[in-house]
């Protein structure tokens, strides 16, 4: 048995970090994914003097000597050839986003024109050279870099993808994963139980969350049949960069994920972390590279154990950092055994912009209708059994914190 504690369990999951390669996608098919590789401008940006304002386009030399009233020669709409001035009395008619003609260097809105029967008289007196105009090159210079690898792909990087003619993005490729169940009271979903009998959840539960970080697990249940999960195991291990077991890794006599583990030459790197719930949790490497989270059965046990170590490992894994969040307890709260304590707790934004947690204790790792009602796990630490109001402790959301 090798039992640990909390940090000393997330170090050596994160001792496994793992690179599984990049692969070109459809820009339409890239949001949310993780970025492999940088985009880089192709030309400055904006890559003309760009017209800001609906209106007219001068020469400010000429309204600076008074002038008022200038004639307009021409209207020139977004991505028409710019249309240039050849009198200082002269103006053009222009459109927002317009590139700007080279003999004009100022903008003037409609708000501020008076147009009548072909000129344009200027209402105010309120004009600055080159105003309403937005540089060329003012944003990024061509060959900058505009997104770097490791970020995840949002809205605003497709903007950018697809201003600098990227119709495909590199993405990095996530691992391929089996999410397995384990036990014999588990029936399918669709099928009524026995007064004695549950629907297996647990790898569904791992499946939605997976889905949120763009994985699609396969799925796969094995019976309380030591050489039944035994033969499946192997399949799995030679299939699959990572597998995901819930239950079978407790003391009880039919828990025999452990056992065939080993037998298959997983090297078991811990069994059992110094938390409640998830205590059982057991974490091995084969000799291909083949990690195994495997969870207790317990479904908030799972549930907490997922976001707990698997998903800051995949994150890692990409290059991401995990972001610490922090939350204030709003009420005393005491937990007796010499374990760290992962909390649930409901979540509220006070008026000062602080995150505080109320704590929602449950009945145990197995009510998980609970975590409908909650927001996020706090740790606490095991070296104490009373935490108070006010105090301040890291929390593990499941849910989004600011809806």
């Known amino acids: 048995m090798i039992s640990v504690a909390v940090a000393a369990a997330e170090n050596i999951i994160q001792s496994k970090l793992r690179d599984y390669g990049a692969q070109r996608v459809a820009i339409e098919q890239a949001i949310g994914q993780i970025l492999a590789e940088p985009l880089v401008a192709d030309r400055d940006m904006p890559p003309y003097n760009r017209v800001a304002m609906d209106g007219i386009a001068i020469n400010f030399e000429l309204f600076k000597k008074g002038n008022r009233t200038f004639n307009i020669i021409g209207t020139q709409a977004a991505g028409d050839t710019p249309i240039d001035i050849h009198e200082a009395h002269e103006c053009v008619e222009i459109m927002t986003g317009c590139a700007l003609p080279d003999s004009c260097d ?51 990087h497709i903007n950018i993808a697809a201003s600098i003619g990227e119709s495909e993005m590199l993405i990095k490729n996530q691992p391929k994963i089996a999410v397995i169940s384990n036990g014999d009271e588990l029936l399918p979903i669709n099928e009524t139980p026995s007064p004695y009998e549950i629907r297996r959840s647990n790898s569904y539960t791992i499946v939605a969350i997976l889905q949120q970080h763009h994985i699609l697990p396969d799925l796969l249940h094995l019976p309380d049949d030591e050489a039944t999960i035994t033969k499946e195991l192997k399949k799995c291990i030679n299939e699959y960069d990572v597998l995901i077991i819930s239950g079978g890794v407790s003391a009880g006599k039919y828990d025999y994920i452990p056992n065939a583990l080993e037998q298959l030459s997983v090297k078991k790197l811990f069994h059992k972390v110094q938390q409640r719930p998830g205590k059982p949790f057991w974490f091995g490497e084969h000799e291909n590279e083949t990690l195994v989270f495997s969870f207790p059965g317990n479904p908030v046990s799972t549930f907490m154990c997922t976001y707990r170590y698997f998903i800051p490992w995949l994150l890692h894994c990409n290059g991401l950092q995990h972001k610490p969040v922090y939350a204030t307890l709003t009420h005393d709260y005491n937990f007796t055994p010499q374990l760290q304590c992962f909390l649930q707790v409901k979540v509220n934004i006070n008026n000062s912009g602080q995150i505080e947690a109320t704590p929602s204790v449950g009945n145990g790792s197995g009510d998980f209708a609970n975590l409908l009602y909650t927001d996020a796990f706090m740790e606490l630490p095991a070296e104490r059994n009373t935490f108070n109001k006010g105090e301040t402790f890291r929390i593990w959301p499941y849910k989004p914190l600011f809806n």
């Open 106 to 156: 100022t903008i003037i809105r409609y708000e501020d024109l008076d147009i009548q029967d072909g000129k344009a008289t200027i209402k105010i007196d309120n004009i600055k050279l080159g105003q309403n105009i937005h540089k060329k090159g003012s944003d990024k210079k061509a060959n900058d870099i505009l997104a770097h690898p490791n970020e995840i792909i949002t809205p605003a």
